[in-house]
């Protein structure tokens, strides 16, 4: 039985083969997400957007309440990364202790 070889990642030049393999692909890549969400009980957001514009989209839950809790998790994040720019040798244990807390939590 002959193996599949690796792909050649490269832009398909030809309209409709590309706009064929797109479709499989976004496919394929929601059935994954389907599968991940239900098999892993993780919650799952999707978005594509084709090359003409037109927004395909798959939520395990509310869209919009995945988005808000990525909203929250980038936030905290950016707060953590600004933090650890503040932070010197010197620093009182609580507040080691606190940032600690707030590194578990993320």
């Given amino acids: 039985m002959a193996r599949r070889g690796r792909v050649e990642l490269r832009r398909i030049e030809d309209r409709t083969s590309r706009q064929v393999r797109f479709s499989k692909r976004r496919a394929g890549l929601f059935k994954k997400a389907f599968e991940l969400s239900l098999l892993c009980d993780a919650e ?7 090359p003409a514009g ?18 929250q998790f980038a936030e905290s994040g950016r707060n ?15 507040n080691i202790q606190s940032r600690l807390r707030k590194i578990t939590a993320w």
């Fill in 54 to 71: 037109r927004l395909y989209e798959y939520s395990s839950s509310s869209i919009e309440g995945t988005y808000d809790r990525y909203q």
């Fill in 80 to 94: 953590l990364v600004q933090g650890d720019a503040n932070i010197s040798n010197d620093e009182d244990p609580s």
């Fill in 44 to 50: 799952v957001a999707l978005l594509v957007f084709s």
